[in-house]
């Protein structure tokens, strides 16, 4: 048995090109653009590439970008002045603070600055409130990325047995709760969990967000199951490799030998997550404008 390999590379793309033709139609009922705002803190190489990406694909998306620089010395009453200019300009919609942050800044009192209104990433205290009681919130883009490939693979979800490896606020705990939401069957695992190879066996749909390379194997899975891979780890490079190999928390060789469908690393979650960025953007945009959220969305 092969798995099918979902593909959330083509996914992203579709649905970033429904973003767009949605976005125009916001433009011309609005009068404006949605916008979405990313401030960097520092010079992180990793997260330099991320917001021009990000830059780069709400551009595409028909939304206006506005990128904010600030040296890696900024000090905290500066970013949260920022951050109370952004959540005052009514063209921007939506507010992403690149993480991580300098270790001298308060990560959690800049996440909690941020209107819950304009917070995209959906990591304000208030957001995930609103989706461990079931109102409408912004969810982390990448656990509603996973979900999305989900039900696209799957359909209803109801009754399935589901486990997910990691419990940090930004994955584990909100996938778990969409699961939930979606009437799965749900457990979280984590480090202390014990005999994880068997919780793990039992599962329908394995989520693993763990951080820890190829840690899934084969004889982990049940036979079918459909496994989303949220990792990314870079191995150490082999003798003639400058940079070293891109790998999940699956094995995926052995593993898409056993499961039904599996989504690759890289290619599979890692392009939804700025896709549903873009998505949320465009909900929020839609709620400041006082005009009704469209069903595609």
Same mark, same amino acid.
């Given at each position: 048995m092969s798995a099918q390999i979902i593909d959330g590379k083509a996914f *992203? !793309?579709?649905?970033?090109?429904? +973003? #767009?033709?949605? =976005?125009?139609?916001?433009?011309a009922k =609005?009068?404006?653009?949605? &916008?979405?705002a990313v401030v960097l803190v520092g010079d992180d190489a990793a997260s330099q590439v991320y +917001?021009?990406?990000? &830059?780069?694909?709400? !551009?595409?998306? $028909?939304?206006?970008s506005f990128t904010h620089l600030l040296d890696d010395n900024t000090v905290q009453p500066d970013l949260l002045d920022l951050i109370r200019q952004l959540n005052d300009d009514p063209a921007v919609d939506g507010?992403?603070?690149?993480?991580?942050?300098?270790? %001298?800044?308060?990560?959690?009192?800049?996440?909690?600055?941020?209107?819950?209104d304009k917070d995209v990433d959906g990591f304000h205290v208030i957001n995930a409130g609103r989706l461990?009681? &079931?109102? $409408?919130?912004? +969810?982390?883009?990448?656990?509603?990325?996973c979900m999305m490939l989900l039900t696209d693979r799957l359909g209803d979800l109801s009754g399935l047995e589901a486990v997910v490896i990691g419990r940090s606020n930004i994955v584990g705990k909100p996938m778990a709760q969409l699961l939930l939401?979606? $009437? =799965?069957?749900?457990?979280? =695992? %984590?480090?202390?969990?014990?005999?994880? @190879?068997t919780v793990v066996s039992r599962a329908d749909i394995v989520v693993a967000a763990a951080g820890r390379a190829e840690m +899934?194997? *084969?004889d982990w899975l049940k036979e079918g199951a459909t496994v989303i891979d949220v990792g990314i $780890?870079?191995?150490?490079?082999? @003798? #003639?490799?400058t940079k070293g190999r891109l790998v999940g928390d699956v094995a995926f060789g052995e593993a898409s030998q056993k499961a039904a469908a599996i989504t690759p690393v890289p290619g599979g979650v890692g392009p939804m997550t700025i896709a549903v960025l873009l998505r949320n953007t465009l909900v929020a945009a839609h709620r400041n404008a006082r005009l009704d959220v469209p069903d595609e969305l």
């Amino acid at each position: 048995m092969s798995a099918q390999i979902i593909d959330g590379k083509a996914f *992203a !793309l579709k649905m970033r090109e429904k +973003v #767009g033709t949605l =976005a125009a139609q916001f433009e011309a009922k =609005a009068g404006r653009k949605a &916008g979405l705002a990313v401030v960097l803190v520092g010079d992180d190489a990793a997260s330099q590439v991320y +917001v021009r990406s990000k &830059g780069k694909a709400t !551009l595409a998306a $028909n939304m206006a970008s506005f990128t904010h620089l600030l040296d890696d010395n900024t000090v905290q009453p500066d970013l949260l002045d920022l951050i109370r200019q952004l959540n005052d300009d009514p063209a921007v919609d939506g507010i992403l603070v690149q993480l991580p942050l300098p270790a %001298h800044l308060d990560e959690q009192a800049i996440i909690s600055a941020i209107s819950p209104d304009k917070d995209v990433d959906g990591f304000h205290v208030i957001n995930a409130g609103r989706l461990s009681v &079931g109102q $409408n919130g912004f +969810v982390p883009c990448t656990p509603l990325g996973c979900m999305m490939l989900l039900t696209d693979r799957l359909g209803d979800l109801s009754g399935l047995e589901a486990v997910v490896i990691g419990r940090s606020n930004i994955v584990g705990k909100p996938m778990a709760q969409l699961l939930l939401d979606a $009437n =799965a069957t749900v457990t979280i =695992a %984590h480090s202390r969990t014990k005999d994880l @190879p068997t919780v793990v066996s039992r599962a329908d749909i394995v989520v693993a967000a763990a951080g820890r390379a190829e840690m +899934v194997k *084969a004889d982990w899975l049940k036979e079918g199951a459909t496994v989303i891979d949220v990792g990314i $780890n870079r191995l150490d490079p082999e @003798p #003639g490799d400058t940079k070293g190999r891109l790998v999940g928390d699956v094995a995926f060789g052995e593993a898409s030998q056993k499961a039904a469908a599996i989504t690759p690393v890289p290619g599979g979650v890692g392009p939804m997550t700025i896709a549903v960025l873009l998505r949320n953007t465009l909900v929020a945009a839609h709620r400041n404008a006082r005009l009704d959220v469209p069903d595609e969305l």
